[in-house]
C-alpha cells in the first residue's frame, strides 16, 4: 500500500496560487490513478482533480481552467498547482490514491493523506 504525504498549503489572498504537493512512498504513482479531493468546514469531502495511470486529467467544474494536476514519477509526487484562487476553495486538501482505472468517489480511494489546509481570504 502507498503512503502519501501532502504538503504546501496556507493561507493566501483570493487571486493567488498555491502548488500542493503530495509525496508518496510505498508504491510508485504512475501505477494509481491520483486523485485530490477537499472538504470545507460542515461540508462533506468532494472530488477535486483526479490523474490517471495514463496521464489523462479529470476535474470538479468549479476548478477548470483554475487547477491543475501533474505526476513527477522520478519523484513519485503528484502536484494539484492551483491558480486563481478563491474564498470558495478555502478547505482541507487530500491526496488520495487508486487501484481503479479512474475515479471521481472518495470510496474508490483506498490510501489517503493527512491532508492540508488552504485557506483563501477575500
Known amino acids: 500500500q502507498v503512503q502519501l504525504v501532502e504538503s504546501g498549503g496556507g493561507l493566501v489572498q483570493a487571486g493567488g496560487s498555491l502548488r500542493l504537493s503530495c509525496a508518496a512512498s510505498?508504491?510508485?504513482?504512475?501505477?494509481?490513478?491520483m486523485g485530490w479531493f477537499r472538504q470545507a468546514p460542515g461540508k462533506e469531502r468532494e472530488f477535486v482533480i483526479v490523474i490517471t495511470r495514463s496521464g489523462s486529467t479529470y476535474y470538479t467544474d468549479s476548478v477548470k481552467g483554475r487547477f491543475t494536476i501533474s505526476r513527477d514519477n522520478a519523484k513519485n509526487t503528484v502536484y494539484l498547482q492551483m491558480n486563481n484562487l478563491k474564498p470558495e476553495d478555502t478547505a482541507v486538501y487530500y491526496c488520495?490514491?487508486?487501484?481503479?482505472?479512474?475515479?471521481?468517489?472518495?470510496?474508490?480511494?483506498?490510501?489517503w493523506g493527512q491532508g492540508t489546509q488552504v485557506t483563501v481570504s477575500s
Open positions: 510505498g508504491r510508485t504513482v504512475s501505477t494509481y490513478a
Open positions: 488520495a490514491a487508486s487501484s481503479m482505472a479512474w475515479s471521481r468517489r472518495s470510496a474508490d480511494f483506498g490510501s
